[in-house]
């Protein structure tokens, strides 16, 4: 019988070392490999292509996105572009209007000089996915960021033909959602954020259960190089052992605040897909197994003031640590959208976007209703 989610991220690639029964397998610090004659090695030659603690770490991965397959990369953003590279000129992507800032400065500021023409669409709506002749790729982001839109997967991958979908799943984690599991060829995450935890380390990946893409992926991680240290790799497979513990942590403070927040008379929207209220909370239901701890809200008093003053949630960029943070999309984590396109998008200079951390929710709630008492 397969392992449980809980069981397989404790032990994937976590097997006790042979040469000395450590517990915990060492971590690989180390560029090359001593070979025995030219090209006779023990499966090792250099970090960038193979590294053992990199291999373990991408086995507890594909093991939990259910995936065959899992790469790792320097970042979320290269494992974006190791994705973007699998395109030629003249390609089509269909992409989620409401995606990480990142995603859309690469797509439009690296990718579109190279003739790969972007489209951004509203997602959640199947009616809007509308595939071209030339439509090679489907990028999905859900719940989106900051919005929280629900995208339907299962929907939009009967839709597809023979464009590849790719599901950026950083908001989810798999504890929460396996895209795989509804029909994504391709999934892929910032470590930085669920995965790894606790705010230490940059990272990324990409799962797949197509043997062709994976190595294509190996490929680029190689010949491109945006490879993660073996220190990283550690810290993040550290992180993922605890990830479901986690995620129901978060997604348990991300319901209590969200619903505090909705029933505060100061706030004037709340996007969280965990209500019954959000627009996407069926399709949530569906495939996610809770929502996550991610809340974003409308606010239309002294935003500034607000989100400056809290005493638990930390002004930054980032999210999906232990630690409870707040961001401006605007000004911060989505300014390299240009303000016609957020203006488009919904993500006024009123909203603001909380990663709920695993505290406990009663302090939480209290930093909440104190600074709005005062702003
Ligand atoms: C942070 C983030 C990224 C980019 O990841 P980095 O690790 O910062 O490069 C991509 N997608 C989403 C949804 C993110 O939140």
Redesign the pocket.
């Known amino acids: 019988m397969k392992a449980r989610f809980e069981t397989q991220a404790i032990h994937v690639g976590s097997e006790p070392d042979p040469l000395t029964g450590a517990v915990i397998p060492p971590i690989h610090l180390t560029s090359t490999y001593a070979q025995e004659s030219p090209g006779v090695h023990k499966g090792y030659d250099y970090s960038r292509a193979d590294n053992p603690t990199r291999e373990k770490y991408e086995q507890a991965l594909a093991a939990l996105e259910g995936a065959k397959y899992a790469t790792a990369f320097s970042?979320?953003?290269?494992?974006?572009s190791a994705v973007a590279t699998l395109l030629s000129p003249g390609d089509h992507v269909i992409c989620s209007d409401d995606?990480?800032g990142?995603?859309y400065r690469l797509f439009e500021k690296v990718y579109k000089k190279y003739g790969i023409e972007f489209s951004y669409v509203d997602t959640s709506n199947l009616k809007n996915i509308k595939l071209k002749k030339n439509t090679k790729l489907i990028w999905v982001?859900t719940p989106s960021?900051p919005l929280m839109k629900i995208s339907d997967i299962k929907g939009i991958a009967s839709k597809k033909e023979d464009a590849l979908l790719v599901v950026?799943n950083?908001?989810s984690s798999p504890y929460l959602l396996q895209p795989h599991t509804f029909g994504a060829d391709i999934v892929?995450?910032?470590?930085?954020?669920y995965l790894g935890g606790h705010s230490d380390l940059?990272?990324?990946a990409a799962t797949t259960n197509d043997k062709k893409l994976f190595e294509e992926f190996k490929f680029i991680q190689k010949a491109v190089g945006a490879v993660p240290s073996p220190l990283d790799c550690y810290l993040a497979h550290r992180g993922i052992k605890t990830l479901a513990l986690r995620m129901k942590a978060h997604s348990e403070n991300g319901q209590r605040v969200a619903e505090f927040l909705a029933e505060h008379p100061k706030i004037t929207k709340v996007f969280y897909p965990g209500l019954p209220s959000h627009p996407g909370h069926e399709i949530a239901k569906k495939q996610m197994r809770a929502f996550s701890g991610m809340v974003s809200f409308e606010f239309n008093g002294n935003v500034k003031g607000l989100i400056s003053n809290m005493k638990y949630f930390t002004l930054a960029e980032?999210?999906?640590g232990i630690e409870s943070l707040v961001n401006h999309p605007a000004s911060m984590?989505h300014a390299s959208i240009p303000p016609a396109e957020l203006k488009r998008r919904g993500i006024g200079h009123n909203l603001v976007r909380l990663s709920v951390g695993v505290e406990h929710p009663d302090d939480l709630l209290d930093d909440l209703s104190s600074v709005l008492s005062k702003y």
């Open positions: 970042s979320g953003v290269a494992a974006t995606t990480y990142g995603t982001e960021n950026d950083t908001f892929i995450h910032s470590a930085t954020k940059i990272g990324g980032s999210l999906g984590t």
